[in-house]
């Protein structure tokens, strides 16, 4: 079955970094589009980013742009995000998830999804 597992959640103060890995299983990972949600207690998941099934194209949320990178390695089934100059805004759970087809920035066109990794960011 598909398995997509998130690693590299963590704390971390203000302004610090952290990388997010995604590794992929039972699915061909090279013909998904890939995408980074996040949800915050008592908030709505929100689209993060997103990267093509080839690389050649990515996408990010205004808060993240300048920041925040997407990069997939499809040799290795892993799709990561680089998150740096972290605020506290930034804190919730990360979520990768993986999509056939669709508008990348909208949750309810992914296929798969991963469990899920805590960032928190603190003062």
């Known amino acids: 079955q598909v398995q997509l597992v998130e690693s590299g959640g963590g704390v971390v103060q203000a302004g610090g970094s952290l990388r997010l890995s995604c590794a992929a299983s039972?699915?061909?990972?090279?013909?998904?589009?890939m995408g980074w949600f996040r949800q915050a207690p008592g908030k709505a998941r929100e689209f993060v980013t997103a990267i093509t099934w080839s690389g050649g194209n990515t996408y990010y949320t205004d808060s993240v742009k300048g920041r925040f990178t997407i990069s997939r390695d499809n040799a290795k089934n892993t799709v990561y995000l680089q998150m740096n100059s972290l605020k506290p805004e930034d804190t919730a759970v990360y979520y990768c998830?993986?999509?056939?087809?669709?508008?990348?920035?909208?949750?309810?066109?992914?296929?798969?999804w991963g469990q899920g990794t805590q960032v928190t960011v603190s003062l």
């Open positions: 998830a993986a999509n056939r087809g669709g508008a990348v920035y909208q949750y309810t066109t992914y296929d798969y």
């Open positions: 039972g699915l061909t990972f090279s013909t998904y589009a």
